[in-house]
Every structure is written in C-alpha cells, then in structure tokens.
C-alpha cells in the first residue's frame, strides 16, 4: 500500500518561503497525480494543486502566483514551494495521492504537516 | 469558483442512518468524492465517484447524486462513525478540486 510522509520546517516567518517535501513508499510515482491540499486547524480543506510524473503541473488559481509543485523521480519524492507566506498560510499540509487519474478523488494521504507562519 | 454547501452538523442515535447532504449547482453532472476526518487525522476517502467504495471502507456506506444534492448514507451508525465528512468536486472550468465545508457528525 502507498504511504506517504510530509517533512518540514515547521515554523516559517512571514514573507519567507513554505518549503515541503512528501516521501512516497510502498509505490512507485509513476501513473499516479501527486497533489498538495492544505487545511487551517478547525477550517476546512483546500487544494493547492497536483503534479504528474511526466511533470505536468496544475494550481488553484487563488494561489498559482505563489505556489510551485516539483517531483523527484530518482528519490520518490514530490514537493511544494509557497512564497511570499503570511499568517493566512498557517495550515496542515497534506500530500495526496490520486490513483484513479487525477478526477477520482484522493486515494491516499499523508498524516500531514502543520505549518505555522509566525515572526 | 464552484461551490459545494454543506450543513455544519448533524446528529443521528447509534444503529440509526446518517445522511450528510452536499449541495452545488447542477452538482448531478460532476463526480462528487466524500472523506472522512477524524480528530487529529488526515482525511480517509470513503466514497468515489458517487457511488464507488474502496475495499477497505464498510458496505454501511453508500452515495448518491443527482439534481443540486450529493448525498453520504451511512447505515446502521456507529460510534466510531464520528467525524468530519467533507464532500470534494473537480471544477471543470478553473481545472482544481473543490471541497465543501464539512459536516461533523455526532453519534448520540
């Protein structure tokens, strides 16, 4: 079964860079879309965006200014950048996994990482 | 952006049936998926596509979509049913998933 893992700073300052990585194992990256979504502690979720394996990248578009997904084929890992942060950007951040093809829902998630923008 | 409107709460006795309601414009004519979040956990998906289950999620649960309603029924509730259900479209016009706000259901 696919598992997937978050790793981050934890604490970023405001107007810094977000910077996450999500190691997959038990799988390979290939044939499966690679999303970020986030989540404010009590709010609700909202998707950042998703990369392919060929590269192929699509964002929310309230947020395509500042956010880049990458991925690692040689290390199974994909990452999301997001710039400029503010306290707004305070979040879990889930990577998840769409097996199905990219419309068929999130197979898999990671435990998620809470993010914390603050001076 | 589209919009999906979930009612906040809902509350059902054990071995009773839950249904969390998902609401959006012509929301029949889009695939809707539904997860389950429990406190301090990632979000579990429970229903695909409407109607689809993963193998690992009990036959209790079920979906439904047509008109301006996606509907999660849960049959036969149990205690561990407590959580947040969030409903979750794909915006075609904009290409990026949509959540709704969430229900929290409270077994009594």
């Known amino acids: 079964q696919v598992q997937l893992q978050e790793s981050g700073p934890g604490l970023v300052k405001p107007s810094e860079t977000l910077s996450l990585t999500c190691t997959v194992s038990g799988g390979s990256l290939r044939g499966s879309y690679w999303s970020w979504i986030r989540q404010p502690p009590g709010k609700t979720l909202e998707y950042i965006g998703y990369i392919s394996f060929s590269g192929t990248t699509k964002y929310n578009p309230s947020l395509s200014s500042r956010a880049t997904i990458s991925i690692d084929t040689s290390r199974n890992q994909v990452s999301l950048s997001l710039t400029s942060v503010t306290v707004a950007d305070t979040a879990f951040y889930y990577c998840?996994?769409?097996?199905?093809?990219?419309?068929?829902?999130?197979?898999?998630w990671g435990q998620g990482d809470l993010v914390t923008v603050s001076s | 952006s589209y919009v999906l409107a979930q009612s906040p709460s809902e509350s059902v006795a054990p071995g009773e049936t839950a249904r969390i309601v998902c609401g959006g414009n012509n929301i029949g004519g889009k695939s809707v998926h539904w997860y389950q979040q429990k406190p301090g956990q990632a979000p579990v998906l429970v229903i695909y596509h409407d109607r689809n289950r993963p193998s690992r999620i009990p036959e209790r649960f079920s979906g439904s979509n047509s008109g301006n309603t996606a509907t999660l029924t849960i049959s036969r509730v149990e205690a561990g049913d407590e959580a947040d259900y969030f409903c979750?479209?794909?915006?075609?016009?904009?290409?990026?998933?949509?959540f709704g706000g969430g229900t929290k259901l409270t077994v009594l």
């Open positions: 979750q479209v794909w915006d075609s016009i904009r290409d990026h998933a949509v």
């Open positions: 998840a996994a769409s097996i199905g093809g990219v419309h068929g829902g999130f197979d898999y």
